[in-house]
């Protein structure tokens, strides 16, 4: 079992930046994928991002390419999502989880974090 905890959401203004935070316990593969999604409501979890556990190779999903990178602290067993020059469209809770492939589909992740709002204002 994996347990994902995340943090850092909160209120921004529009060109903003937030760091998100998700940090893993439990039985971490090293060869598990962190995918970030984010929901908003009456709509299914949207792709935000995937990358390998332990490595540095990111695939975004094309609304926050060139705006979001993900980054990690292996010691902390911790990986970020950076979120710069943010829109009001990226309002949305936001979610880590955990898997074996690297999958943009909500689905092939086996664990989740509990999520953390984000808020953009205009």
């Known amino acids: 079992q994996v347990q994902l905890v995340e943090s850092g959401g909160g209120l921004v203004q529009a060109g903003g930046s937030l760091r998100l935070s998700c940090t893993a316990s439990?039985?971490?593969?090293?060869?598990?994928?962190v995918g970030w999604f984010r929901q908003t409501p009456g709509k299914e979890r949207e792709f935000v991002a995937t990358s390998i556990w332990s490595g540095s190779t990111t695939d975004y999903a094309d609304s926050v390419k060139g705006r979001f990178t993900t980054s990690r602290v292996n010691a902390e067993n911790t990986v970020y999502l950076q979120m710069t020059k943010l829109k009001p469209e990226d309002t949305a809770v936001y979610y880590c989880a955990m898997g074996g492939v690297p999958s943009i589909k909500s689905y092939d992740y086996l664990y989740w974090g509990q999520g953390t709002q984000v808020l953009v204002s205009s």
């Open positions: 439990g039985r971490v593969i090293s060869t598990y994928y």
